[in-house]
């Protein structure tokens, strides 16, 4: 990727630093005096950090440990963390988030994660979605991640909980931080470089940071187990149209005519030379040497060899904090962060076909040169259009997404005491903007293709012209494309004719004023009552404008419509920490916290949401805590306003008699032969069909034929809401100083969810469980069945639950000869998650599925000594139900009834060990060298996976990840 001045900037200042930090001395750190803070979770600040809600913490230096450099790879490793919505192997993604890094907590959706930046929201996109890897990770003091419902405190998206990240607040002197890491098999390349530097007293402070972040390109080439879509095991499977097609003539309806006995045919287009597996070969045009589809098996292509496996992401980013002291005891502070990160993901070149969009087809003209059956060949008046299907690998789709992300606000805080009573106030303007543009070239324009696929002939000078000898087209007006001819008959001219740019813009504004006072109404036997009262108002703006060609439907770029929108808010909350018994009788604490705050939106109306909460000691050493909360989360931008668009789904079709549900279920088959509700009805021997024109091979199903429609608004959706409940304990043994052992329970229930539903979800319903409703947008092929179409779009569908455990040890040991040792362990059991689509509906169970794991713990050894330190963790994934291949291959447990159907393969547990080593410098400087996946744990094959080039999890590590960093303090 071409660098931007921006980038090269950076990379040459960062570079000058290191030279600049061997000289200088490191800066001394200042110790703070014992103050109130604002604990995430609560706008009352106090001394005492132990809260009623279970709060996770993570320093700059667990941040540095992990190995990783981007805040939502370090987040994706927590062990509540679930699937991001959006991954870097979902090279197929086409939202304006793809590049991004998005936190799923508890596997609840990235949507219903708050994310704050030292207390205050941060950016989101038009769909509510924050995009993490715009926070550099060197500017990191520490992160908070609160396991709780917050709505009352924060309002509308805090119902996974809140992530709280809090930037550097001063420096004196600067830090310089270096980077390196890669994959064993030498590609994954990362690189990070940042600089940050702060002076200032007490009077006044300023500190500015940049940073380079880099995260390298992944093929799927290098590994065996990524080079196919299902892995070794099947390798010719998923194959798809090849580059050189296959053809059929043309019914009356405009539609492929494979009926022999209608005068039909379904042939491909013969290749020769030894098959290597990638579909390569010659080509003979000879109508004689066409053979049955069914007779070669090896004329189809492997997709997955020209997809990236991870795509390659850059971010650059400018920082800079001030403070300064006004008369009063009032502070000015502000912030200002710009953010701009590029994206690129490839793909393999377009499965073209004459129906690629089904109101505009494309033939090959009876007329045409290259027409093996036109009037040209068979004699004139005896020619006939042909319907082809052939993938055109010249020119693989490549999309750029350059993403820009700004954010500034700005404070004014006092303090001040009344009557004796200290009390703080703020009143704060916060502006948050993303806006970016999406690029993607390698897709047809089809009005140019059926220029070049129209009449054309063999002009006088032997080249072939568009049009006919008395009616010729020139050259600049048309191209001739031998799109029968296979990849090398391709000409530069005629790719470049038939070739379309894509574009869109996108972005989201969130403009918000607040104003907040907190502070001891009064004295209590058991300490102050606490108050914490304030007002917000917010007004958000979002779109996404894909070009007009695109709109038109006349390019095979997935045509969608505009979304524009916009909506306001105003908020009051008030929370109150009441203080009821201290040092008593097996009541050395007990007290409790109340909040409620109050909705109104200009979209939908109003919501009121509350919480109540308590801390519990029977003695010092134990600490028992419970919060219920209510939640909510307004529908967004995209889920009112979303313009919609097309989609290739992969979705297993339920009435296919082989995989689907209509195998194993009478019921189903009889919907399906039917024609149940309208849709079109399908045989007793219905199979789904690939786009190589081939029954599909697996329960995993394949990509529609055809493009479905998606995401479009709906402008009567109304908020989620939801009930949070948490209950647990802290234990902290005084007998045993370091200790601390956390439990805490969770049950999480939502209702009125707000989903983009599946295609599978959609056809599903229809035809497994009968629900006529949805069937309305599904329809059949007449003859061959296939579904041909079907919209999805988003609901307030039912009902989501999730409940579980987490449980925390932490343990600094005495410091011995040997060294100081630590011991951190943060374990997450998920008992249950579950979905149902109405009151009426049973529950679907997803725990232990694919993506949902009963446990997941991150356990980690630290020891240092004098200037030396090193961390051995080590991360668990329990065993998981993938879907299986087959009932009867790769399952051994085909009458499990799982979310995907009947029939699932149990995969083992896989446990993961992380080593590093640092030492600390003579010179103020910091070395740190590490391996993640030490013992080099491959990827394990499972089809429910998110990557879009192969059935890996590649947001796991694929192999041995090694890195080195270095710090430099001056």
Same mark, same amino acid.
């Given at each position: 990727?071409?660098?931007?001045?921006?980038?090269?900037?950076?990379?040459?200042?960062?570079?000058?630093?290191?030279?600049?930090?061997?000289?200088?001395?490191?800066?001394?750190?200042?110790?703070?005096?014992?103050?109130?803070?604002?604990?995430?979770?609560?706008?009352?600040?106090?001394?005492?950090?132990?809260?009623?809600?279970?709060?996770?913490?993570?320093?700059?230096?667990?941040?540095?440990?992990?190995?990783?450099?981007?805040?939502?790879?370090?987040?994706?490793?927590?062990?509540?963390?679930?699937?991001?919505?959006?991954?870097?192997?979902?090279?197929?993604?086409?939202?304006?988030?793809?590049?991004?890094?998005?936190?799923?907590?508890?596997?609840?959706?990235?949507?219903?994660?708050?994310?704050?930046?030292?207390?205050?929201?941060?950016?989101?996109?038009?769909?509510?979605?924050?995009?993490?890897?715009?926070?550099?990770?060197?500017?990191?003091?520490?992160?908070?991640?609160?396991?709780?419902?917050?709505?009352?405190?924060?309002?509308?998206?805090?119902?996974?909980?809140?992530?709280?990240?809090?930037?550097?607040?001063?420096?004196?002197?600067?830090?310089?931080?270096?980077?390196?890491?890669?994959?064993?098999?030498?590609?994954?390349?990362?690189?990070?470089?940042?600089?940050?530097?702060?002076?200032?007293?007490?009077?006044?402070?300023?500190?500015?940071?940049?940073?380079?972040?880099?995260?390298?390109?992944?093929?799927?080439?290098?590994?065996?187990?990524?080079?196919?879509?299902?892995?070794?095991?099947?390798?010719?499977?998923?194959?798809?149209?090849?580059?050189?097609?296959?053809?059929?003539?043309?019914?009356?309806?405009?539609?492929?005519?494979?009926?022999?006995?209608?005068?039909?045919?379904?042939?491909?287009?013969?290749?020769?030379?030894?098959?290597?597996?990638?579909?390569?070969?010659?080509?003979?045009?000879?109508?004689?040497?066409?053979?049955?589809?069914?007779?070669?098996?090896?004329?189809?292509?492997?997709?997955?060899?020209?997809?990236?496996?991870?795509?390659?992401?850059?971010?650059?980013?400018?920082?800079?904090?001030?403070?300064?002291?006004?008369?009063?005891?009032?502070?000015?502070?502000?912030?200002?962060?710009?953010?701009?990160?590029?994206?690129?993901?490839? *793909?393999? $070149?377009? #499965?073209?076909? @004459?129906?690629?969009? =089904?109101?505009?087809? /494309?033939?090959?003209?009876?007329?045409?040169? +290259?027409?093996?059956?036109?009037?040209?060949?068979?004699?004139?008046?005896?020619?006939?259009?042909?319907?082809?299907?052939?993938?055109?690998?010249?020119?693989?789709?490549?999309?750029?997404?350059?993403?820009?992300?700004?954010?500034?606000?700005?404070?004014?805080?006092?303090?001040?005491?009344?009557?004796?009573?200290?009390?703080?106030?703020?009143?704060?303007?916060?502006?948050?903007?993303?806006?970016?543009?999406?690029?993607?070239?390698?897709?047809?324009?089809?009005?140019?293709?059926?220029?070049?696929?129209?009449?054309?002939?063999?002009?006088?000078?032997?080249?072939?012209?568009?049009?006919?000898?008395?009616?010729?087209?020139?050259?600049?007006?048309?191209?001739?494309?031998? *799109?029968? $001819?296979? #990849?090398?008959? @391709?000409?530069?001219? =005629?790719?470049?004719? /038939?070739?379309?740019?894509?574009?869109?813009? +996108?972005?989201?504004?969130?403009?918000?004023?607040?104003?907040?006072?907190?502070?001891?109404?009064?004295?209590?036997?058991?300490?102050?009552?606490?108050?914490?009262?304030?007002?917000?108002?917010?007004?958000?703006?979002?779109?996404?404008?894909?070009?007009?060609?695109?709109?038109?439907?006349?390019?095979?770029?997935?045509?969608?419509?505009?979304?524009?929108?916009?909506?306001?808010?105003?908020?009051?909350?008030?929370?109150?920490?009441?203080?009821?018994?201290?040092?008593?009788?097996?009541?050395?604490?007990?007290?409790?916290?109340?909040?409620?705050?109050?909705?109104?939106?200009?979209?939908?109306?109003?919501?009121?949401?509350?919480?109540?909460?308590?801390?519990?000691?029977?003695?010092?050493?134990?600490?028992?805590?419970?919060?219920?909360?209510?939640?909510?989360?307004?529908?967004?931008?995209?889920?009112?306003?979303?313009?919609?668009?097309?989609?290739?789904?992969?979705?297993?079709?339920?009435?296919?008699?082989?995989?689907?549900?209509?195998?194993?279920?009478?019921?189903?088959?009889?919907?399906?032969?039917?024609?149940?509700?309208?849709?079109?009805?399908?045989?007793?021997?219905?199979?789904?069909?690939?786009?190589?024109?081939?029954?599909?091979?697996?329960?995993?199903?394949?990509?529609?034929?055809?493009?479905?429609?998606?995401?479009?608004?709906?402008?009567?959706?109304?908020?989620?809401?939801?009930?949070?409940?948490?209950?647990?304990?802290?234990?902290?043994?005084?007998?045993?100083?370091?200790?601390?052992?956390?439990?805490?329970?969770?049950?999480?229930?939502?209702?009125?969810?707000?989903?983009?539903?599946?295609?599978?979800?959609?056809?599903?319903?229809?035809?497994?469980?009968?629900?006529?409703?949805?069937?309305?947008?599904?329809?059949?092929?007449?003859?061959?069945?296939?579904?041909?179409?079907?919209?999805?779009?988003?609901?307030?569908?039912?009902?989501?639950?999730?409940?579980?455990?987490?449980?925390?040890?932490?343990?600094?040991?005495?410091?011995?000869?040997?060294?100081?040792?630590?011991?951190?362990?943060?374990?997450?059991?998920?008992?249950?998650?579950?979905?149902?689509?109405?009151?009426?509906?049973?529950?679907?169970?997803?725990?232990?599925?694919?993506?949902?794991?009963?446990?997941?713990?991150?356990?980690?050894?630290?020891?240092?000594?004098?200037?030396?330190?090193?961390?051995?963790?080590?991360?668990?994934?329990?065993?998981?139900?993938?879907?299986?291949?087959?009932?009867?291959?790769?399952?051994?447990?085909?009458?499990?009834?799982?979310?995907?159907?009947?029939?699932?393969?149990?995969?083992?547990?896989?446990?993961?060990?992380?080593?590093?080593?640092?030492?600390?410098?003579?010179?103020?400087?910091?070395?740190?060298?590490?391996?993640?996946?030490?013992?080099?744990?491959?990827?394990?094959?499972?089809?429910?996976?998110?990557?879009?080039?192969?059935?890996?999890?590649?947001?796991?590590?694929?192999?041995?990840?090694?890195?080195?960093?270095?710090?430099?303090?001056?």
């Amino acid at each position: 990727m071409m660098e931007t001045l921006l980038s090269r900037s950076i990379r040459a200042i960062c570079l000058g630093g290191m030279t600049l930090g061997m000289t200088t001395a490191i800066a001394q750190e200042a110790s703070a005096p014992l103050q109130r803070v604002e604990v995430t979770g609560s706008r009352i600040r106090q001394v005492d950090l132990e809260t009623a809600q279970p709060v996770q913490i993570m320093s700059q230096e667990q941040i540095q440990r992990t190995g990783l450099v981007t805040v939502g790879d370090i987040l994706n490793n927590l062990s509540s963390a679930g699937a991001p919505d959006f991954s870097r192997s979902g090279s197929l993604t086409s939202n304006a988030e793809a590049g991004g890094q998005y936190v799923s907590l508890r596997n609840l959706g990235s949507n219903r994660l708050l994310v704050l930046v030292d207390g205050k929201r941060w950016t989101q996109t038009a769909a509510g979605y924050t995009d993490l890897s715009t926070i550099p990770s060197s500017m990191i003091e520490r992160m908070e991640i609160l396991k709780d419902g917050a709505s009352s405190i924060y309002g509308s998206d805090a119902i996974a909980g809140v992530i709280n990240i809090i930037l550097k607040k001063n420096m004196e002197g600067g830090q310089l931080s270096i980077y390196r890491g890669q994959y064993d098999e030498n590609d994954g390349r990362n690189k990070d470089f940042s600089l940050s530097y702060g002076a200032g007293n007490d009077k006044a402070s300023l500190m500015f940071g940049l940073s380079h972040t880099e995260q390298g390109k992944v093929g799927t080439q290098k590994r065996a187990i990524t080079a196919t879509s299902f892995g070794p095991d099947h390798p010719f499977d998923g194959l798809g149209t090849s580059p050189w097609g296959r053809i059929t003539p043309v019914n009356a309806a405009g539609n492929a005519n494979t009926s022999v006995a209608n005068g039909g045919f379904n042939r491909i287009l013969n290749h020769t030379g030894s098959f290597d597996g990638k579909g390569t070969g010659a080509n003979s045009r000879d109508p004689n040497s066409y053979h049955p589809y069914t007779n070669a098996p090896e004329d189809r292509y492997n997709s997955s060899q020209d997809m990236d496996l991870l795509s390659p992401n850059r971010l650059d980013t400018l920082f800079t904090k001030g403070e300064i002291a006004l008369p009063y005891d009032m502070r000015l502070k502000t912030t200002a962060m710009y953010s701009q990160r590029k994206s690129v993901r490839t *793909i393999a $070149g377009y #499965p073209l076909q @004459s129906a690629s969009q =089904a109101n505009y087809k /494309v033939y090959v003209d009876k007329d045409n040169y +290259y027409n093996p059956y036109g009037n040209q060949v068979a004699g004139a008046g005896r020619g006939q259009d042909l319907y082809f299907f052939r993938r055109t690998i010249e020119m693989p789709r490549v999309t750029d997404n350059e993403n820009r992300t700004l954010h500034i606000d700005a404070a004014l805080e006092g303090d001040f005491t009344f009557r004796d009573l200290a009390w703080n106030w703020s009143a704060s303007y916060n502006h948050n903007k993303v806006s970016g543009i999406e690029t993607g070239n390698g897709n047809i324009n089809l009005l140019n293709l059926k220029r070049a696929l129209g009449p054309s002939f063999m002009n006088s000078a032997g080249r072939v012209q568009c049009g006919t000898p008395g009616a010729p087209i020139g050259f600049a007006d048309c191209v001739p494309f031998d *799109i029968l $001819g296979g #990849p090398s008959a @391709s000409t530069p001219e =005629a790719l470049a004719y /038939v070739n379309t740019m894509g574009a869109k813009t +996108y972005g989201s504004t969130i403009n918000s004023a607040n104003a907040d006072i907190a502070g001891e109404l009064f004295q209590l036997p058991a300490g102050a009552l606490g108050l914490a009262v304030g007002i917000e108002h917010r007004e958000v703006k979002g779109y996404d404008i894909p070009d007009q060609f695109s709109q038109s439907g006349y390019s095979t770029n997935l045509s969608g419509q505009p979304t524009i929108g916009k909506y306001s808010v105003r908020e009051a909350y008030a929370e109150l920490n009441i203080p009821v018994l201290k040092n008593k009788p097996f009541a050395e604490l007990l007290s409790f916290n109340l909040a409620t705050r109050h909705s109104d939106y200009s979209n939908f109306g109003v919501t009121n949401n509350s919480k109540a909460s308590f801390m519990y000691k029977p003695v010092k050493d134990v600490l028992f805590r419970g919060t219920w909360a209510e939640g909510f989360r307004a529908p967004t931008v995209d889920d009112v306003s979303g313009g919609g668009s097309q989609s290739f789904d992969t979705f297993l079709d339920p009435c296919d008699t082989r995989f689907g549900e209509a195998a194993r279920d009478p019921a189903v088959l009889a919907r399906c032969t039917s024609g149940f509700a309208g849709t079109g009805a399908t045989t007793a021997t219905y199979r789904q069909l690939n786009q190589a024109n081939a029954p599909i091979t697996s329960t995993t199903g394949t990509q529609s034929l055809v493009a479905f429609n998606s995401g479009a608004g709906n402008q009567f959706l109304t908020p989620e809401t939801a009930v949070t409940k948490t209950a647990g304990f802290v234990y902290s043994p005084s007998f045993v100083s370091g200790l601390s052992i956390g439990l805490d329970w969770y049950n999480i229930a939502i209702a009125n969810r707000i989903t983009a539903i599946s295609a599978t979800y959609v056809a599903n319903q229809c035809f497994q469980e009968g629900n006529a409703n949805f069937c309305s947008v599904i329809k059949r092929d007449p003859i061959t069945g296939q579904i041909n179409q079907l919209a999805r779009g988003n609901a307030n569908l039912g009902q989501m639950e999730t409940e579980g455990l987490d449980l925390a040890i932490n343990y600094r040991l005495p410091r011995t000869s040997f060294g100081q040792f630590g011991i951190r362990s943060e374990t997450s059991y998920t008992d249950s998650f579950k979905t149902r689509a109405g009151a009426d509906s049973d529950w679907q169970e997803y725990a232990g599925e694919y993506f949902y794991h009963r446990v997941k713990s991150n356990n980690t050894i630290d020891w240092s000594q004098g200037n030396w330190s090193a961390s051995w963790g080590f991360r668990y994934f329990s065993p998981v139900k993938d879907q299986c291949w087959d009932v009867d291959v790769e399952c051994n447990m085909p009458d499990y009834e799982a979310s995907f159907g009947t029939g699932a393969n149990k995969l083992g547990s896989v446990t993961i060990h992380d080593l590093s080593v640092g030492y600390k410098t003579s010179w103020n400087g910091n070395i740190r060298v590490g391996v993640n996946n030490a013992f080099d744990k491959k990827p394990r094959i499972a089809y429910s996976t998110q990557a879009s080039a192969s059935a890996v999890d590649a947001d796991m590590l694929l192999d041995r990840f090694f890195y080195v960093r270095y710090n430099q303090s001056f």
